[in-house]
Protein backbone atom coordinates (compact mmCIF):
# COMPACT_ATOMS: atom_id res chain seq x y z
CA UNK A 1 0.00 0.00 0.00
CA UNK A 2 3.05 2.57 1.27
CA UNK A 3 4.68 1.75 -2.20
CA UNK A 4 1.28 2.97 -4.14
CA UNK A 5 0.99 5.92 -2.58
CA UNK A 6 4.67 6.45 -2.95
CA UNK A 7 3.70 6.76 -6.99
CA UNK A 8 0.90 8.98 -6.58
CA UNK A 9 3.79 11.85 -6.74
CA UNK A 10 3.08 11.39 -9.98
CA UNK A 11 -0.72 12.50 -10.05
CA UNK A 12 0.01 16.35 -11.23
CA UNK A 13 2.35 18.15 -13.17
CA UNK A 14 1.58 22.03 -11.10
CA UNK A 15 4.91 22.08 -9.76
CA UNK A 16 4.50 25.90 -7.91
CA UNK A 17 5.28 26.33 -4.19
CA UNK A 18 2.10 26.26 -1.87
CA UNK A 19 3.17 29.56 -0.67
CA UNK A 20 2.14 31.16 -3.86
CA UNK A 21 -1.50 30.71 -3.16
CA UNK A 22 -3.13 33.21 -0.70
CA UNK A 23 -6.30 32.41 0.00
CA UNK A 24 -6.22 35.59 1.87
CA UNK A 25 -6.17 37.94 -1.01
CA UNK A 26 -9.83 36.75 -2.39
CA UNK A 27 -9.42 38.52 -5.79
CA UNK A 28 -6.17 36.97 -6.53
CA UNK A 29 -5.14 33.21 -6.96
CA UNK A 30 -1.10 33.34 -7.30
CA UNK A 31 1.29 36.12 -5.41
CA UNK A 32 4.99 35.10 -6.08
CA UNK A 33 6.25 37.03 -3.49
CA UNK A 34 4.26 35.32 -0.97
CA UNK A 35 7.06 33.11 -0.41
CA UNK A 36 10.28 35.51 0.57
CA UNK A 37 10.54 36.07 3.76
CA UNK A 38 13.13 38.70 3.95
CA UNK A 39 12.10 42.36 4.08
CA UNK A 40 14.53 43.31 1.71
CA UNK A 41 14.23 40.52 -0.90
CA UNK A 42 10.82 41.01 -0.49
CA UNK A 43 11.04 45.17 -1.34
CA UNK A 44 13.22 44.00 -4.55
CA UNK A 45 11.20 41.74 -5.50
CA UNK A 46 8.12 44.05 -5.94
CA UNK A 47 10.00 46.33 -8.32
CA UNK A 48 10.30 43.73 -11.03
CA UNK A 49 6.96 41.43 -9.66
CA UNK A 50 4.15 43.35 -12.08
CA UNK A 51 6.60 42.39 -15.29
CA UNK A 52 7.50 38.83 -14.05
CA UNK A 53 3.74 38.20 -13.54
CA UNK A 54 2.48 39.50 -17.22
CA UNK A 55 5.12 37.74 -18.61
CA UNK A 56 4.12 34.29 -16.78
CA UNK A 57 0.31 35.86 -17.44
CA UNK A 58 -0.20 35.78 -14.13
CA UNK A 59 -1.38 39.17 -14.15
CA UNK A 60 -4.62 37.75 -16.15
CA UNK A 61 -4.61 34.66 -14.62
CA UNK A 62 -5.74 36.53 -10.87
CA UNK A 63 -7.85 38.41 -13.30
CA UNK A 64 -10.11 35.16 -14.54
CA UNK A 65 -10.23 33.89 -11.04
CA UNK A 66 -11.51 36.77 -9.48
CA UNK A 67 -14.25 37.17 -12.54
CA UNK A 68 -14.81 33.59 -10.96
CA UNK A 69 -15.12 34.37 -7.85
CA UNK A 70 -18.06 36.75 -8.60
CA UNK A 71 -19.87 34.32 -10.63
CA UNK A 72 -19.77 31.78 -8.24
CA UNK A 73 -21.75 33.99 -6.33
CA UNK A 74 -24.45 34.23 -8.40
CA UNK A 75 -24.79 30.34 -7.55
CA UNK A 76 -22.46 29.02 -10.79
CA UNK A 77 -20.43 25.81 -9.74
CA UNK A 78 -16.55 26.58 -9.79
CA UNK A 79 -15.55 24.63 -12.62
CA UNK A 80 -18.84 26.45 -15.02
CA UNK A 81 -17.50 29.86 -13.55
CA UNK A 82 -14.06 29.55 -14.89
CA UNK A 83 -15.19 28.10 -17.80
CA UNK A 84 -17.29 31.24 -18.26
CA UNK A 85 -14.56 33.46 -17.14
CA UNK A 86 -12.51 31.97 -20.58
CA UNK A 87 -15.46 31.96 -22.26
CA UNK A 88 -14.27 27.92 -23.10
CA UNK A 89 -17.27 25.50 -24.25
CA UNK A 90 -17.31 21.75 -25.07
CA UNK A 91 -18.71 19.43 -27.31
CA UNK A 92 -20.04 16.53 -25.67
CA UNK A 93 -22.46 14.08 -27.15
CA UNK A 94 -25.45 13.22 -25.15
CA UNK A 95 -24.73 9.43 -25.75
CA UNK A 96 -21.41 9.86 -24.21
CA UNK A 97 -22.25 11.70 -21.20
CA UNK A 98 -24.74 8.79 -20.20
CA UNK A 99 -21.95 6.62 -20.51
CA UNK A 100 -20.94 7.73 -16.74
CA UNK A 101 -22.46 4.98 -14.67
CA UNK A 102 -25.04 7.16 -12.11
CA UNK A 103 -23.89 5.15 -9.10
CA UNK A 104 -21.05 2.88 -7.64
CA UNK A 105 -17.72 3.02 -7.96
CA UNK A 106 -16.22 4.39 -10.83
CA UNK A 107 -12.58 5.48 -11.30
CA UNK A 108 -12.26 8.20 -14.38
CA UNK A 109 -8.50 8.17 -16.49
CA UNK A 110 -8.28 11.16 -19.01
CA UNK A 111 -5.79 11.67 -21.20
CA UNK A 112 -3.64 15.33 -20.10
CA UNK A 113 -3.45 17.40 -23.65
CA UNK A 114 -3.25 21.05 -22.12
CA UNK A 115 -2.36 20.62 -17.85
CA UNK A 116 -5.40 22.81 -16.50
CA UNK A 117 -8.61 23.41 -18.91
CA UNK A 118 -9.39 19.85 -19.28
CA UNK A 119 -9.63 19.50 -15.74
CA UNK A 120 -11.95 21.95 -15.28
CA UNK A 121 -14.07 20.88 -18.32
CA UNK A 122 -13.87 17.18 -16.61
CA UNK A 123 -14.88 18.26 -13.14
CA UNK A 124 -18.02 19.95 -15.06
CA UNK A 125 -18.84 17.09 -16.67
CA UNK A 126 -19.02 15.10 -13.99
CA UNK A 127 -20.39 17.00 -11.14
CA UNK A 128 -23.79 17.35 -13.45
CA UNK A 129 -23.85 13.81 -13.24
CA UNK A 130 -22.47 12.49 -10.05
CA UNK A 131 -22.20 14.58 -7.32
CA UNK A 132 -20.65 12.20 -5.36
CA UNK A 133 -17.28 13.39 -7.63
CA UNK A 134 -13.45 13.92 -6.34
CA UNK A 135 -10.69 14.64 -8.43
CA UNK A 136 -7.16 12.84 -7.58
CA UNK A 137 -5.18 15.46 -7.88
CA UNK A 138 -2.12 18.58 -6.54
CA UNK A 139 -2.33 19.77 -3.14
CA UNK A 140 -2.20 22.91 -4.76
CA UNK A 141 -5.91 22.52 -5.88
CA UNK A 142 -7.45 22.20 -2.72
CA UNK A 143 -5.54 25.67 -1.18
CA UNK A 144 -8.39 27.19 -3.86
CA UNK A 145 -11.02 27.42 -1.62
CA UNK A 146 -13.50 26.78 -4.39
CA UNK A 147 -12.03 23.55 -4.84
CA UNK A 148 -11.88 22.20 -1.64
CA UNK A 149 -15.08 20.09 -1.73
CA UNK A 150 -13.91 18.26 -4.52
CA UNK A 151 -10.07 17.79 -4.46
CA UNK A 152 -8.65 14.62 -2.68
CA UNK A 153 -4.86 16.03 -2.33
CA UNK A 154 -1.65 14.54 -3.46
CA UNK A 155 1.88 16.22 -2.07
CA UNK A 156 3.47 16.07 -4.63
CA UNK A 157 5.83 19.22 -3.84
CA UNK A 158 7.67 16.82 -0.56
CA UNK A 159 8.78 18.58 2.77
CA UNK A 160 8.14 17.43 6.47
CA UNK A 161 5.22 15.17 6.23
CA UNK A 162 4.93 13.93 2.61
CA UNK A 163 4.57 10.26 3.11
CA UNK A 164 2.05 10.95 6.50
CA UNK A 165 -0.12 13.53 3.75
CA UNK A 166 0.16 10.77 0.22
CA UNK A 167 -1.27 7.51 2.74
CA UNK A 168 -3.57 10.12 3.92
CA UNK A 169 -4.71 10.78 0.15
CA UNK A 170 -4.79 6.97 -0.09
CA UNK A 171 -7.17 6.59 2.65
CA UNK A 172 -9.14 8.99 1.40
CA UNK A 173 -9.48 7.42 -1.95
CA UNK A 174 -9.95 3.82 -0.58
CA UNK A 175 -12.57 5.31 1.61
CA UNK A 176 -14.58 6.65 -1.53
CA UNK A 177 -14.43 4.28 -3.60
CA UNK A 178 -15.54 1.68 -1.08
CA UNK A 179 -18.60 4.38 -0.44
CA UNK A 180 -19.44 4.10 -4.45
CA UNK A 181 -18.06 7.44 -5.19
CA UNK A 182 -16.60 8.57 -8.52
CA UNK A 183 -12.91 9.55 -8.68
CA UNK A 184 -11.08 11.69 -11.63
CA UNK A 185 -7.85 11.13 -12.55
CA UNK A 186 -4.97 11.89 -15.17
CA UNK A 187 -3.05 8.89 -14.96
CA UNK A 188 0.24 10.66 -16.93
CA UNK A 189 0.95 12.85 -14.03
CA UNK A 190 1.97 15.54 -16.06
CA UNK A 191 0.61 17.31 -18.88
CA UNK A 192 1.13 15.78 -22.44
CA UNK A 193 4.42 16.90 -24.64
CA UNK A 194 6.45 15.91 -27.26
CA UNK A 195 7.78 12.68 -26.85
CA UNK A 196 11.12 12.63 -29.26
CA UNK A 197 11.14 8.88 -29.94
CA UNK A 198 7.32 8.78 -31.73
CA UNK A 199 7.83 12.37 -33.01
CA UNK A 200 4.18 12.85 -31.97
CA UNK A 201 2.76 14.82 -28.59
CA UNK A 202 0.99 12.83 -26.17
CA UNK A 203 1.17 11.95 -22.54
CA UNK A 204 4.31 9.89 -20.74
CA UNK A 205 3.82 6.20 -19.52
CA UNK A 206 0.55 6.19 -17.50
CA UNK A 207 1.03 5.16 -13.61
CA UNK A 208 -0.05 2.06 -12.70
CA UNK A 209 -0.94 3.01 -9.38
CA UNK A 210 -4.16 3.88 -10.74
CA UNK A 211 -4.49 0.32 -12.19
CA UNK A 212 -4.14 -0.43 -8.97
CA UNK A 213 -6.91 1.44 -7.56
CA UNK A 214 -9.26 0.10 -9.79
CA UNK A 215 -8.27 -3.39 -9.18
CA UNK A 216 -8.41 -3.36 -5.40
CA UNK A 217 -11.75 -1.88 -5.26
CA UNK A 218 -13.63 -3.65 -8.00
CA UNK A 219 -14.18 -0.05 -9.70
CA UNK A 220 -15.62 0.38 -13.20
CA UNK A 221 -13.02 2.39 -15.46
CA UNK A 222 -14.37 5.12 -17.61
CA UNK A 223 -11.97 6.58 -20.60
CA UNK A 224 -12.33 10.28 -21.58
CA UNK A 225 -10.46 11.54 -24.51
CA UNK A 226 -9.72 14.79 -25.00
CA UNK A 227 -8.42 16.32 -28.25
CA UNK A 228 -5.82 19.01 -28.66
CA UNK A 229 -2.32 19.85 -27.67
CA UNK A 230 -0.28 22.63 -26.61
CA UNK A 231 1.69 25.18 -28.80
CA UNK A 232 4.75 24.55 -30.54
CA UNK A 233 6.39 27.33 -28.17
CA UNK A 234 5.35 25.09 -25.58
CA UNK A 235 6.64 21.62 -27.06
CA UNK A 236 9.89 23.61 -27.51
CA UNK A 237 10.09 25.14 -24.01
CA UNK A 238 9.93 21.71 -22.74
CA UNK A 239 12.37 20.12 -24.84
CA UNK A 240 15.06 22.90 -22.91
CA UNK A 241 13.93 21.90 -19.53
CA UNK A 242 10.82 20.67 -18.57
CA UNK A 243 10.42 24.14 -15.89
CA UNK A 244 10.30 25.92 -18.65
CA UNK A 245 7.01 23.68 -19.66
CA UNK A 246 5.30 24.28 -16.45
CA UNK A 247 5.97 28.00 -16.49
CA UNK A 248 3.96 28.14 -19.68
CA UNK A 249 1.10 26.39 -18.40
CA UNK A 250 -0.59 29.53 -17.57
CA UNK A 251 -0.45 31.34 -20.81
CA UNK A 252 -1.62 27.64 -22.48
CA UNK A 253 -4.66 28.23 -20.20
CA UNK A 254 -5.20 31.69 -21.83
CA UNK A 255 -4.75 30.45 -25.06
CA UNK A 256 -7.94 28.29 -24.90
CA UNK A 257 -10.19 31.37 -24.20
CA UNK A 258 -13.03 31.52 -26.28
CA UNK A 259 -12.43 28.02 -27.94
CA UNK A 260 -14.36 24.93 -27.40
CA UNK A 261 -12.73 21.46 -26.97
CA UNK A 262 -14.22 17.92 -28.13
CA UNK A 263 -14.50 15.20 -25.15
CA UNK A 264 -14.92 12.00 -25.92
CA UNK A 265 -16.38 9.39 -23.83
CA UNK A 266 -15.94 5.72 -23.94
CA UNK A 267 -17.70 2.55 -22.46
CA UNK A 268 -17.22 1.69 -19.18
CA UNK A 269 -14.89 -0.65 -18.74
CA UNK A 270 -15.64 -3.30 -15.79
CA UNK A 271 -13.93 -5.39 -13.12
CA UNK A 272 -14.53 -8.74 -15.50
CA UNK A 273 -12.99 -7.49 -18.08
CA UNK A 274 -10.15 -6.07 -16.13
CA UNK A 275 -9.07 -9.13 -14.61
CA UNK A 276 -8.16 -10.55 -17.54
CA UNK A 277 -4.68 -8.47 -17.31
CA UNK A 278 -2.63 -10.16 -14.60
CA UNK A 279 -0.75 -6.94 -13.54
CA UNK A 280 -0.99 -3.64 -12.78
CA UNK A 281 1.31 -2.22 -15.65
CA UNK A 282 -0.37 -3.87 -18.44
CA UNK A 283 -4.13 -2.95 -17.41
CA UNK A 284 -3.23 1.14 -17.20
CA UNK A 285 -1.20 -0.30 -20.84
CA UNK A 286 -4.69 -1.42 -21.69
CA UNK A 287 -6.71 1.69 -20.19
CA UNK A 288 -4.21 4.14 -21.63
CA UNK A 289 -4.90 2.39 -25.36
CA UNK A 290 -8.86 2.58 -25.07
CA UNK A 291 -8.68 6.11 -23.88
CA UNK A 292 -6.43 6.84 -26.91
CA UNK A 293 -8.40 4.90 -29.10
CA UNK A 294 -11.40 7.66 -29.01
CA UNK A 295 -9.36 9.99 -30.61
CA UNK A 296 -9.79 7.79 -34.02
CA UNK A 297 -13.84 6.99 -32.86
CA UNK A 298 -15.12 9.72 -35.45
CA UNK A 299 -13.37 7.65 -38.21
CA UNK A 300 -16.10 4.65 -37.81
CA UNK A 301 -18.68 6.87 -38.77
CA UNK A 302 -17.50 7.86 -42.56
CA UNK A 303 -19.12 10.52 -44.67
CA UNK A 304 -21.03 8.91 -47.50
CA UNK A 305 -22.15 10.85 -50.28
CA UNK A 306 -26.34 9.60 -51.08
CA UNK A 307 -27.15 9.75 -54.82
CA UNK A 308 -30.62 10.32 -54.43
CA UNK A 309 -30.48 13.58 -51.75
CA UNK A 310 -31.26 16.62 -53.21
CA UNK A 311 -28.11 18.57 -53.67
CA UNK A 312 -27.04 20.72 -55.35
CA UNK A 313 -24.82 21.07 -58.41
CA UNK A 314 -21.37 22.15 -56.70
CA UNK A 315 -22.26 19.02 -54.65
CA UNK A 316 -22.15 16.34 -56.88
CA UNK A 317 -19.92 13.71 -56.49
CA UNK A 318 -16.49 14.33 -58.45
CA UNK A 319 -15.66 11.43 -60.71
CA UNK A 320 -13.28 8.42 -59.53
CA UNK A 321 -9.45 8.45 -61.10
CA UNK A 322 -8.79 6.07 -63.49
CA UNK A 323 -6.81 2.63 -62.06
CA UNK A 324 -2.93 2.49 -61.09
CA UNK A 325 -1.53 0.85 -63.90
CA UNK A 326 -0.90 -2.82 -63.55
CA UNK A 327 2.44 -2.57 -64.08
CA UNK A 328 2.97 -0.06 -61.04
CA UNK A 329 1.08 -2.34 -58.55
CA UNK A 330 3.26 -5.15 -59.69
CA UNK A 331 6.45 -3.04 -58.86
CA UNK A 332 5.18 -1.99 -55.75
CA UNK A 333 4.36 -5.58 -54.79
CA UNK A 334 7.29 -7.31 -55.79
CA UNK A 335 9.38 -4.76 -53.45
CA UNK A 336 7.79 -5.69 -49.99
CA UNK A 337 10.00 -7.73 -47.74
CA UNK A 338 9.16 -11.25 -46.51
CA UNK A 339 8.01 -9.82 -43.28
CA UNK A 340 4.75 -8.49 -45.42
CA UNK A 341 3.97 -11.47 -47.20
CA UNK A 342 1.68 -13.44 -44.95
CA UNK A 343 -0.11 -16.14 -47.14
CA UNK A 344 -0.42 -17.05 -50.18
CA UNK A 345 -2.51 -19.71 -51.85
CA UNK A 346 -2.46 -20.00 -56.14
CA UNK A 347 -2.78 -16.77 -57.75
CA UNK A 348 -3.78 -15.01 -54.57
CA UNK A 349 -1.51 -13.44 -51.70
CA UNK A 350 -2.14 -11.94 -48.56
CA UNK A 351 -0.12 -9.35 -47.50
CA UNK A 352 -0.09 -6.48 -44.59
CA UNK A 353 2.19 -3.26 -45.02
CA UNK A 354 2.18 0.17 -44.33
CA UNK A 355 0.99 3.34 -46.18
CA UNK A 356 4.62 4.47 -46.96
CA UNK A 357 5.45 1.10 -48.05
CA UNK A 358 2.24 1.13 -50.53
CA UNK A 359 1.63 4.42 -52.22
CA UNK A 360 0.19 3.26 -55.41
CA UNK A 361 -1.20 0.07 -53.66
CA UNK A 362 -3.30 2.52 -51.47
CA UNK A 363 -4.34 4.67 -53.98
CA UNK A 364 -6.21 2.14 -56.05
CA UNK A 365 -7.09 0.89 -52.34
CA UNK A 366 -9.09 4.44 -52.02
CA UNK A 367 -10.33 4.38 -55.56
CA UNK A 368 -12.12 0.81 -54.72
CA UNK A 369 -13.38 2.13 -51.66
CA UNK A 370 -15.09 4.71 -53.39
CA UNK A 371 -16.73 2.39 -56.37
CA UNK A 372 -17.92 -0.26 -53.90
CA UNK A 373 -19.68 2.42 -51.19
CA UNK A 374 -20.67 4.36 -54.20
CA UNK A 375 -22.93 1.11 -55.38
CA UNK A 376 -24.66 0.78 -52.15
CA UNK A 377 -25.81 4.26 -52.50
CA UNK A 378 -23.11 5.21 -50.13
CA UNK A 379 -19.74 7.01 -50.72
CA UNK A 380 -17.50 10.11 -49.73
CA UNK A 381 -18.25 11.51 -53.32
CA UNK A 382 -14.53 12.35 -53.71
CA UNK A 383 -12.81 11.15 -56.50
CA UNK A 384 -10.38 8.68 -54.23
CA UNK A 385 -12.00 7.07 -50.45
CA UNK A 386 -8.60 8.62 -48.63
CA UNK A 387 -8.67 9.85 -45.35
CA UNK A 388 -5.66 11.24 -42.70
CA UNK A 389 -6.09 7.82 -40.60
CA UNK A 390 -5.00 5.83 -43.67
CA UNK A 391 -1.25 7.11 -43.29
CA UNK A 392 -1.39 5.90 -39.59
CA UNK A 393 -3.34 2.47 -39.73
CA UNK A 394 -1.60 -0.66 -41.75
CA UNK A 395 -2.94 -2.37 -44.55
CA UNK A 396 -4.29 -5.99 -44.96
CA UNK A 397 -4.30 -6.52 -48.66
CA UNK A 398 -5.20 -9.80 -51.12
CA UNK A 399 -3.35 -9.65 -53.93
CA UNK A 400 -3.86 -11.51 -57.50
CA UNK A 401 -1.01 -12.25 -59.28
CA UNK A 402 -2.36 -13.42 -62.56
CA UNK A 403 -4.84 -10.23 -62.68
CA UNK A 404 -2.75 -7.87 -61.30
CA UNK A 405 -5.61 -6.41 -59.25
CA UNK A 406 -6.67 -5.63 -55.39
CA UNK A 407 -9.17 -7.98 -54.34
CA UNK A 408 -10.08 -6.59 -51.23
CA UNK A 409 -8.69 -4.78 -48.14
CA UNK A 410 -8.85 -3.71 -44.56
CA UNK A 411 -6.85 -1.25 -42.24
CA UNK A 412 -5.61 -2.39 -38.75
CA UNK A 413 -4.57 0.04 -35.77
CA UNK A 414 -1.53 -1.78 -34.03
CA UNK A 415 -2.43 -1.82 -30.14
CA UNK A 416 1.39 -1.67 -28.90
CA UNK A 417 1.74 1.19 -31.72
Not at 271 to 279: A, C, L, V
Request: glycine share 6%; charged share 25%; net charge positive.
Amino acid sequence: MLQEIQGLKELDSQNVSRSLLVPEHPSRLVDLGAGIESPLRRALFRLVELPVEKMLALTEINRVYSASRSLCERGNSFFSAVLSALNVEYQLDDADRAKIPVDGPIIVVANHPFGAIEGLVLGDILTRVRQDTRILGNQLLWEIPEMRPWVIPVDVLGGRGKTERNVNALRASAKWLTGGGLLATFPAGTVSHLQLRDARVSDPAWSRHIAALARRFEATVVPVFFEGRNSNLFQLAGLLHPRLRTALLASELLKRRQTTLSVRIGRPIGPDKMSRYSDDSTLIDYLRFKTYALRRRESSVRPRFHPNEVVSETAAPTPIIPPVPPGVLYAEVARLPPACRLLKQGDYELLIASATEIPAILREIGRLREITFRGVAEGTGKDCDLDQFDTDYLHLFMWNSSKGEVVGAYRIGRVDE
